[in-house]
Nanobody
Framework: QVQLVESGGGLVQPGGSLRLSCVAS????????MGWYRQAPGKQRELVAS???????NYADSVKGRFTISKDNAKNTMYLQLNNLNPSDTAVYLC?????????WGQGTQVTVSS
């Protein structure tokens, strides 16, 4: 069973940046397409970025040009660089396979954008 652990969130002012990390207990990033999701209070979970086994990336329109997904297969780690954050980016950020989430969800990491 694969465990996913997210970290790197925090409180940041509008326009600020954060770098999130997702560590997997097994070597899955070289095999499967993985993604970053987010869930804001009262809203459905949405896929914001994904990266294929070969490194091809896709982004939701709402984050395109501001967020960058990357991975380090050797470290079983995936990253999400968040730039030019705005309050609408406030959410719990989680990682899983994409576009279908096959693994159990981790606790996620909270990102709060507020002045």
């Amino acid at each position: 069973q694969v465990q996913l652990v997210e970290s790197g969130g925090g409180l940041v002012q509008p326009g600020g940046s954060l770098r999130l990390s997702c560590v997997a207990s097994r070597s899955i990033f070289r095999i499967y397409t993985m993604g970053w999701y987010r869930q804001a209070p009262g809203k459905q979970r949405e896929l914001v970025a994904s990266i294929s086994s070969g490194g091809n990336t896709n982004y939701a329109d709402s984050v395109k040009g501001r967020f960058t997904i990357s991975k380090d297969n050797a470290k079983n780690t995936m990253y999400l660089q968040l730039n030019n954050l705005n309050p609408s980016d406030t959410a719990v950020y989680l990682c899983n396979s994409a576009p279908t989430s096959y693994y159990g969800w981790g606790q996620g990491t909270q990102v709060t954008v507020s002045s």
